[in-house]
């Protein structure tokens, strides 16, 4: 019963990471500038990758025929969920610091500065 | 001894002299050579040991790139003599890399290398082989090869080099990037620094590559494991090194010296491993117990440490040689390209 839901809660958290990606390439074709597409290829990264990631380990969690193996690839999916939520929003950040500080991408749409109102 | 033991042992004996010439050569081009003859000798033994997917790697490779690298960097900078003070630790590393050399070919010279293995037992299992991969009438099974290794290189091996290179690739472009060797990229009078979130997280990622790399080591017990943790723990020190300096590696204790230690030390704990069967009335390199040696197999059991092959001690010890050689490889890249270029301009002037 629980190693059902399990499954069930696992796949649709992998279901869900799918969407988010969809959504994450849309974003990345549609979007005007750097930052917003920086943006959306950030919630490819987070919901497209470290959301299916833990949808894939409660997968494996519950199929109990895999035998001791499932906890092996739980406990891989698990860290690497954690890693990518981790390193993923600082990645994004640094190259977006990067891109502003070398002003080698102009913030096109844009309603307030406030890097630009503390330099001043 | 049989005639590829002899041509076997004189070709390790080459390696080990040209290594013991590469080292003590004060001519950058000279020593370039005698290395490429030592990758020479390297190969013609993994020819007699019959590994012919190795030697397509290491010939290549070690005889081939390494030299135009080296000497195509050589050809672009002043010739560079090595300065007397750092003499010393290459000197030691040498010694000790020649007597181990040594005691491993004397090993070999005076007692059995293949420690009287039946010889008729190997050739029934290269029959099933053949009987069964190369059987030109029942082609279930057939591989259109008569060597094992060449079979199993074309057969399954051809995806997973297509991947390692690939990762491998990848790996140099990241770390092209992030040693920011591509220094023309950051503008003049542009800040350069991290921010503080980005430094926290490169603390924090290098603490978990390292538990990462331990868990490998410790819950694997392949051939290539040690291997595979060992470079895995050499990231750390590679972006702490990247993200902050050579220096802010240094003041955590991990001095060029203590690492190049490091690396002697696993290397000596590898021949002692490889030859402590000998000792033991078994043939070198023996894990488990044979009927016809007097070794009784790898069995160590400490308070907690229970070891039942000889893997586990090659995997660990190659873990620690692999991270501390990279995190050292990585120390002395992390050279500011100032200092360099302030050396590169004395020597021109000289």
């Known amino acids: ?120 | 001894m049989r005639l590829d033991e002899v041509v076997l042992v004189y070709f390790m004996f080459l390696a080990a002299l040209s290594t013991l010439a590469t080292v003590l050569e004060r001519d950058v081009l000279k020593a370039i050579v005698k290395s490429s003859l030592q990758s020479l000798a390297l190969a013609m033994t993994l020819v007699v040991l019959q590994a012919p997917e190795l030697v397509l790697v290491y010939l290549p490779i070690g005889v081939g790139a390494y030299t135009v690298i080296f000497v195509t960097a050589l050809g672009r900078m002043p010739r560079h003599e090595a300065r007397k003070e750092s003499r010393g630790l290459l000197a030691v590393a040498a010694f000790t890399l020649a007597l181990l050399s040594l005691a491993l070919l004397s090993a070999i010279l005076l007692l059995d290398i293949t420690g009287g293995a039946p010889a008729e037992e190997v050739k029934e299992l290269g029959g099933r082989y053949l009987s069964i991969a190369y059987n030109s009438t029942a082609r279930e099974w057939w591989s259109g090869e008569s060597r094992v290794v060449v079979s199993i290189l074309w057969d399954y091996r051809g995806a997973d080099t297509l991947f390692e290179i690939t990762v491998l690739s990848l790996a140099i472009i990241v770390s092209i990037a992030s040693f920011g060797l591509f220094k023309t990229w950051v503008k003049p009078g542009i800040e350069a620094e991290l921010s503080l979130l980005s430094k926290v997280s490169v603390k924090m990622v290098s603490a978990l590559t390292i538990v990462v790399s331990l868990a490998l080591l410790l819950a694997e017990h392949v051939p290539g494991g040690g291997f595979q943790s060992g470079v895995t723990m050499a990231i750390a020190p590679a972006i702490l090194i990247a993200a902050f300096s050579g220096l802010y590696f240094e003041r955590l204790g991990f001095r060029e010296w203590r690492l190049a230690t490091g690396l002697i030390l696993g290397l000596a704990g590898l021949m002692i491993v490889a030859l402590a069967p000998v000792a033991l009335g078994g043939a070198a390199l023996q894990n488990q117990a044979k009927p016809w040696t007097g070794f009784e197999g790898f069995s160590i059991d400490l308070i907690v440490i229970h070891v039942k092959t000889s893997i586990k001690l090659y995997d660990i010890l190659e873990a620690v040689v692999v991270a501390s050689g990279f995190s050292l490889a990585f120390l002395l890249l992390a050279a500011p390209r100032e200092v360099l270029a302030a050396i590169r301009r004395r020597v021109r002037s000289q």
């Open chain 1, 1 to 120: 019963m629980l190693t059902d839901l399990a499954v069930y809660v696992g796949l649709l958290l992998v279901t869900l990471g799918a969407i988010f990606d969809l959504v994450a390439a849309i974003g990345l074709l549609r979007l005007p500038d750097f930052y917003t597409r920086l943006h959306a290829g950030t919630i490819g990264a987070i919901g497209g990758a470290s959301l299916p990631l833990a949808g894939a380990a409660l997968v494996a969690l519950g199929l109990e025929e895999l035998g001791d193996t499932r906890l092996a690839i739980a406990g891989g999916c698990v860290i690497t969920s954690i890693t990518i939520l981790m390193v993923s929003p600082v990645a994004s950040h640094a190259l977006a610091r990067a891109a502003y500080k070398s002003r080698e991408a102009v913030p096109e749409v844009i309603l307030r500065d406030a890097l630009r109102e503390d330099q001043q």
